[in-house]
């Protein structure tokens, strides 16, 4: 008996319908069919789709500012709106600091509910157009802070242990984050990557009862998360 692999709606497949409607297009466009050029004009509507698939992953973010600037877009391309929409770009650096701020404001930082007041438990690291290397070997590491602006900072946490799970908020700003952890550890990601990559080169282990939860935000920059360092 075959089983059926379900079809799964995801900003890929958006992105391959996207290209196989552009090529129909300007082929029927080419032998006189039709005239692709009114039909571009919903071109935004790949942006709302996108957008509406990644709300599924509970991140309010990026799946709005992809239904927001998609129905801008549209609605400017068919001429209900007179504003030049391209002239709003700066709006994008709002919307990225309010992210920054509530982020900042409503974050369960591991710092705040360490009620043993340990120290050595969580980890702070700032780095602004500098270097930083910041060790922890805690019996109970709770998480902490990572910033790092126009400069790097490494973490390395490859001698800690986590009592269930532990939170990392991190900020990165034209800069890099490297982030060691022990094999034993499953890492949870939930960064927002603008113009900017998050990368899990960790080894995930079968069953993990040490859960590390990364969150926060990557403009122009990259946070690496590895088991070891690269030679």
Do not use: C
């Not at 129905?71 to 391209?86: A, S």
């Not at 990225?96 to 710092?111: D, F, N, P, W």
């Not at 390395?156 to 034993?184: C, H, K, M, Q, S």
């Amino acid at each position: 008996m075959e089983t059926r692999t379900a079809m799964r709606i995801s900003p890929k497949l958006i992105v391959g319908l996207v290209i196989i409607t552009l090529g129909v297009l300007w082929t029927l466009d080419n032998m006189g069919v039709l005239v692709a050029e009114d039909y571009l004009l919903y071109w935004p509507v790949a942006l709302i789709a996108i957008g509406a698939v990644k709300l599924r992953e509970k991140r309010w973010f990026a799946p709005f500012a992809f239904i927001i600037a998609g129905t801008l877009l549209l609605l400017y391309n068919l001429e209900y709106i007179d504003v030049d929409v391209w002239n709003l770009w700066p709006l994008i650096l709002v919307a990225i600091g309010i992210k920054v701020i509530l982020e900042s404001m409503g974050r369960r930082s591991a710092a705040a509910h360490n009620e043993s007041g340990d120290a050595a438990a969580t980890v702070n690291v700032f780095a602004l157009m500098s270097g930083v290397l910041k060790k922890n070997g805690s019996s109970g590491f709770l998480g902490g802070e990572a910033t790092a602006i126009m400069g790097g900072a490494e973490i390395d946490l490859r001698e800690a242990t986590i009592e269930g799970e532990a939170v990392l908020d991190t900020f990165v700003l034209w800069g890099g984050l490297e982030i060691y952890v022990p094999e034993t550890w499953a890492v949870i990601s939930e960064v927002t990557p603008i113009m900017g990559a998050f990368e899990d080169k960790t080894r995930p282990p079968h069953d993990s009862t040490q859960r590390l939860i990364i969150r926060g935000t990557v403009i122009m920059g990259g946070i690496d998360v590895k088991n070891n360092r690269e030679k």
